[in-house]
């Protein structure tokens, strides 16, 4: 993320959170990131991988990430492969030996945050982190009833991230 990018989400954390030092502050900015690429799944990066047995391990194409999950795999003849992801590979309940199609989750590292994620989602990227630092027991900004405030704002703009990031499985009724 560009740095005048990364100073306005620090500036509008440091307004809801009062005496707290800015590199905690950019630990709870990172952290509140990962958490909501991870939940939301707007970061998909789609890869075709060769199957062979139980297990695949992948990585992320794209320099500046790392893959945090998977959303979906797919074969040519079934819609959708039962899958469970273990520590940066993906594991099936019986051996397959196909190309699969793959949606992967990606999260930034800590020194990037796309641009278009910031321009789309600063809003939970900022409550993330003021849940973040209000919720750590302890310290001079501890404030239970804030970090609840926080979290329902961050879901909020989860749940609006997760409806736009998934066009192709929402179709709306008209009659409600």
Known sequence: MPTELKEVIKADVRRASVNVPDYVIEAAIHNGCRRFF?????????????????????TALEPDAFVCGVA??????????????????VCFERDIDALLDVDLVLCPTNTSIPTWAYEQHKEAFVHAAVRDLKSQQGQPWFDPEGA???????????????????????APNPFV
Request: hydrophobic share 30%; charged share 25%; aromatic share 10%.
């Open 72 to 89: 979906e795999v797919r074969t040519k003849h079934e819609r959708s492969i039962a899958f469970t992801w273990q520590g940066g590979q």
């Open 38 to 58: 991870s939940d939301s799944e707007v970061w998909i990066e789609p890869q075709s991988l060769d199957a062979e047995g139980r297990r695949i391990a992948v």
């Open 148 to 170: 609840g405030y926080h979290e329902g704002e961050y879901r909020h703009h989860l749940g609006i991230a997760r409806i736009q990031s998934m066009p192709k499985y929402i």
